[in-house]
């Protein structure tokens, strides 16, 4: 696997200028046989838009930020925004591709689209496992959508919009099916905003009451609504996503400590080093050793 030398930024590929699946706001994809022009895609980068491939064959190699997958036959991969992906060799694909960016979901007519459970994605999953079922359903409605995504007309955006809105529901029922754990909720908005605001500003910004801030509320309530809805404490939440970008640019990149350390707001390596191991039990230069090592 390629990774990313100290020198070099991790690419970020745009829905428009992406080299395989190139769109604007949406784009889909019928693949049967094909080997894409993949060069880009071998090194680690990140997609800063959503991604849903349903795979009819299987036999590839990607990894998902610290995780590495063999694609299978009849299931579905996705992730949204800033993962960090790689994919190993390039290999034919039998399959088809959907994509859409946060400018799609921000249309009038897909604001709905944006709270359903596999798009907003908190269990962090990446793939869907269908049953026969399953897989008629989904290969119907994109038979339908790329019908429409090849011809266009003055009812196309309609149309896509609204066949997208029915697979999408239809797997976030799959979706919680295989990820229970999850039940949507309308009284979790505050835990939905405080998780977007780390999102954007983790690098920055790993004080509690300074999120509670810029949400307009007490450090006292975020603490407590937070908890109360995550079971975890609002700290937890700035510290996890500081430790998995850590470990994104431990295992992906050739960056140095300091660097990394820099990178997520640390002014001293040392200082990042302790974080790192209390929060993991590893010193970044043990964890880089040791996901290296397991590799290999």
């Not at 038979?143 to 239809?170: C, H, N, R, V």
């Not at 040791?290 to 590799?295: P, Q, S």
């Amino acid at each position: 696997m390629n990774t990313i030398k100290s020198d070099q930024e991790v690419p970020v590929f745009s829905l428009e200028h992406d080299p395989v699946l190139p769109g604007k706001l949406f784009s889909m994809k019928h693949f049967e046989g094909v080997r894409p022009h993949q060069s880009e895609l071998l090194v680690p980068h990140r997609k800063d838009y959503y991604l849903f491939v349903f795979a009819r064959r299987g036999g590839a190699r990607f990894w998902l930020d610290m995780t590495s997958h063999e694609t299978r036959d009849n299931t579905l991969y996705f992730m949204g925004p800033n993962r960090v992906v790689v994919k190993e060799e390039p290999k034919c694909m039998w399959g088809t591709a959907l994509a859409f960016d946060k400018e799609f979901l921000a249309l009038h007519d897909n604001v709905s689209l944006a709270r359903l459970p596999i798009v907003l994605n908190v269990q962090n999953a990446s793939e869907l496992q269908l049953s026969e079922a399953n897989v008629a359903f989904v290969e119907d409605m994109l038979a339908k959508m790329q019908k429409e995504f090849d011809e266009p007309g003055e009812w196309q955006q309609k149309m896509i919009t609204a066949s997208l809105t029915l697979l999408l529901t239809y797997l976030s029922r799959v979706y919680n099916e295989q990820y229970e754990s999850f039940t949507p909720s309308n009284d979790k908005s505050l835990l939905k905003k405080y998780q977007a605001a780390i999102e954007v500003n983790f690098r920055e910004i790993h004080q509690v009451s300074e999120y509670a801030a810029l949400l307009y509320v007490s450090p006292g309530h975020l603490r407590d609504v937070i908890k109360t809805q995550s079971g975890k404490p609002a700290i937890a939440h700035i510290q996890e996503r500081m430790v998995l970008e850590a470990r994104r640019m431990l295992f992906h990149t050739e960056y140095s400590l300091k660097e990394i350390g820099f990178d997520l707001g640390f002014s001293d390596a040392s200082y990042f080093s302790r974080f790192f191991k209390r929060e993991t039990g590893l010193t970044p230069a043990e964890y880089r050793a040791l996901t290296r090592e397991m590799y290999q």
